[in-house]
């Protein structure tokens, strides 16, 4: 099986702790034959709604790093670059200027701050209502991305769960609830020849992938095909982690390929 990870971070990003070179080689121990490094690239300061001054800084730091690799570690695995651009409805000029780089492979268009309550990861969740109204505004901005024509795939659709989850309140976007929503989102994406991704950080921190199940399977059935697979790891331990079972998840959802792409290219790997 043709084993790839296209959302992994370096050091490069505020939370990676390890380097290119060493992220590498630890996904290539796992078996893992084509990477595309997603360093975080957000469009604001972290905690803040402020504009960030690196955001144009970090694909051409990736790129300079990639070409730094010695061959040798490059025998076993391919190496792309991208980044996870975070929080483009910020400014959409930067984001698009970001994303004009004509040596970047890929683009993840990534949601992680909602406008005017901040951050998932920094959200007090009073309660079940509370997150409901979250995941509704999450889903709306989510909506308003996926109009923009900047990226090639969604990151960590659900990706609030992980938060909200945590401080005991266990809710995904769910059909059931956010139906609507997720159909004009996913349909949004499909027809603008935008993907999604299996986020397996998810399955490996107990909470399932992101998205659910429900949701890769109901995207296959509104005809949905772009799909990539990623660890999302930020540390050497986890690099490669759970990409197989991300696999085996897409194939029981009704995919027979996974994605990857070389200068914004899409490409289809039968798996
Ligand atoms: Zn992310
Ligand atoms: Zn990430």
Redesign the pocket.
Known sequence: MFLTDY?IHTRLSPDGEDSMRDMIRASAKKGIKQICFTD?CDIIKWGTEELSRDAPYILPKTLEERSKIPPDDLRDIEVRVGV?L?EAHFSLETAKEIAANPEADFILG?L?VLKGYGDFFLIKYESMEHCRMLLDAYLDTLLEIAALDFFDVM??IG?PTRYMTRAGFPLSPELGHNGDKLEALLKLLIHNGRGIEINCSGIRDGYGPFPTMEILRFYRELGGEIITVGS?AHKIRDAGVYIAEGYEILRRTGFKYITTYKKRKAEFIKI
């Open positions: 959302h975080h996870e975070g990534s992680h990151a960590h990706y999302d």
